[in-house]
């Protein structure tokens, strides 16, 4: 069945990078004001709020953080919940917002992603990045995320045949929208012989080939269909979403070049859509590392199993391409705030469709889909959204 009356009527992000001086909650605070007060929506509007922040225990020794981060958002006193699925913590926390309003609890809801983790060494970020693997089996004995996308990556490459050249050219496509983008961390293009340079994180992928480590933060407004015109003649509909797990432990699963979490997200999206993949002009997908995009491409229909690298290579994954894929820059390029980057998707997705993201809009923005997955793929959301007038 298709979502009935869950709009976006505003949506915001902070600049993504090492933003030193700035903190958690000034961060979110700066989203949330871009993303209501700037944006026409007065802040006595909001009912409740949804937040996604992944791990600021280790990483800022903060925990409890809804309330702490309504207190400086100007957002004091309502109901407000902090959602947590690793990577994929900001697309829960806006599950969960549009459960709320199709409920017919809410009117008007926030969703916020945000995360610090510049503030400690890279190997603190590494160890506070584990804990959303298994720790009995992978993490505790030294299994990193790089490590994981790694081994994915090499089965890709023996099944399929893809390269490391391919991987190198998501980043370069990644860097070159990513250099339009003011908000992204990464405002520079990069060459394919850059991309290639051998600084090896865990072979088969390169620096080039990982997201980075980064600050920000995003919020999104959630309206019905009674209130959403109220605040915007360009609401966007959400018109499906779909959720899944799968197994924790990688020894769980039977194959590695492909997540099934995103391939049953995706297929639940698009039945409560009543779309396919052929329907979605762009998508914003989870590019944590360069084969993560290639295999989410698949994963989400847009590609036969095997054929993600060869629609990069073609272009036809470019911002002017047949099927645009991170056209602002993606995780790669423009950052990976944990907490934040779900959110973030969703706001993107949303600024494409209504034609507000100048250097880099997509020509063709009726109906455009985001992908957030969390761990080694264990979590994953599939949001599908569409112009109210497309
Ligand atoms: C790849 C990684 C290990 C690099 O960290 P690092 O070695 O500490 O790198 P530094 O912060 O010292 O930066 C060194 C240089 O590389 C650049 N850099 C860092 N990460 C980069 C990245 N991912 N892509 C491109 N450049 C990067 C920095 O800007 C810096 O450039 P400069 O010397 O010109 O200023 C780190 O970014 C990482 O762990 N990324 C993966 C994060 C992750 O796993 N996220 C969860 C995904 S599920």
Redesign the pocket.
């Known amino acids: 069945m298709p979502l009935k009356k869950t709009f976006i009527v505003s949506g915001a992000q902070t600049k993504f990078g090492a933003l030193e001086g700035v903190t958690f909650r000034e961060m979110l605070a700066e989203a949330v004001d871009k993303a209501t007060i700037q944006a026409g929506v007065p802040k006595k509007e909001i009912q409740a709020v949804f937040l996604g922040t992944f791990n600021p225990e280790m990483l800022i020794h903060q925990g409890h953080t809804a309330p702490l981060l309504l207190d400086y958002a100007g957002l004091r006193g309502l109901p407000a919940t902090r959602h947590e699925a690793a ?1 994929a913590s900001g697309a829960v926390a806006l599950r969960a917002g549009i459960m709320a309003i199709e409920s017919g609890l809410y009117d008007t809801v926030l969703v916020g992603g945000v995360e610090k983790m510049t503030s400690v060494s ?1 190997n603190k ?2 160890e506070a ?1 584990a804990a ?1 693997a298994d720790d009995e089996f992978e993490s505790g004995v030294g299994l ?3 490590g994981v ?1 790694a081994l994915a990556a090499v089965a890709h490459m023996n099944r399929y045949g893809t390269t490391q050249e391919d991987m190198a050219l998501v980043a370069v496509k990644a860097h070159k929208n990513a250099a339009s983008n003011p908000l992204a961390q ?1 405002q520079k293009e990069i060459t394919l012989e850059k991309a290639m340079t051998p600084k090896f ?1 865990a072979w088969p992928l390169k ?2 080939d ?4 980064s600050d920000g933060a995003a919020a999104l407004v959630l309206s019905s269909d009674k209130k959403a015109k109220q605040y915007t003649d360009t609401p966007v509909k959400i018109v499906g979403s779909g959720q899944a797990s799968a197994s924790m432990n990688l020894s769980g699963r039977s194959d590695l070049t492909s997540f099934e979490a995103s391939v049953a997200a995706s297929r639940s999206a698009y039945k409560m859509a009543n779309l396919t993949p052929k329907d979605i002009d762009f998508a914003v997908v989870h590019d ?2 360069t084969i993560a995009e290639i295999i989410a491409t698949e994963d989400i229909g847009f590609f036969k199993p095997g054929e993600g690298a060869k629609a990069v290579r073609e272009g036809i994954t470019a911002k002017d391409g047949a099927k645009p894929i991170n056209p602002t820059g993606g995780l ?1 390029a423009v950052g ?1 705030p ?1 907490g934040a980057t779900g959110v973030k998707q969703a706001v993107e997705v949303y600024k494409e469709l209504i034609g507000a993201a100048g250097a880099n809009q997509v020509p063709k923005h009726n109906i455009g889909l985001m992908h957030n997955f969390g ?1 080694t793929g264990a979590t994953c959301v599939v949001n599908i959204m569409r112009r109210a007038d497309a």
């Open positions: 990577c890279t970020v590494t990045l959303a990193t995320f790089p996308f990464f994180v620096l080039f990982c997201s980075p480590i944590c590392f790669k990976h944990v761990g």
